[in-house]
């Protein structure tokens, strides 16, 4: 079982990695190049995005859910979600424009 250290960079109590460091910050050592001043400070933490939702349509079969459902998931926001909706043909009707399609749920 791995020791617990109060690790220097970053203050925090968790297992030893190597160095003294937990592993976060030996791996941010690490990605960056190995700098002779240790890890790079820690970031700013940011929020992931929120990932766009679709609503189901009751004439929509199962597969074209499935479909509309995986859009949103891999769509970066509201714009691109349309576009990819609209490549599938499930892009709803002009009389339902204002409903949400992206981020604001």
Not at 59 to 78: C, I, K, L, N, P
């Amino acid at each position: 079982m791995a020791r617990i250290i109060k690790c220097a960079p970053c203050g925090r109590h968790r297992p030893v990695k190597a160095r003294g460091w937990c592993g976060a910050c030996y791996g941010r050592w690490l990605a960056r190049g190995k700098p002779a001043g240790g890890p790079p400070p820690l970031g700013p933490v940011q929020e992931a995005p929120a990932a766009p939702r679709v609503q189901n349509r009751p004439e929509w079969t199962g597969q074209q859910q499935r479909a509309a459902r995986m859009v949103a998931a891999s769509a970066v926001d509201a714009d691109d979600c349309r576009l990819l909706l609209g490549s599938l043909g499930l892009l709803p009707g002009e009389d339902t424009a204002d409903e949400p399609m992206g981020g604001a749920a």
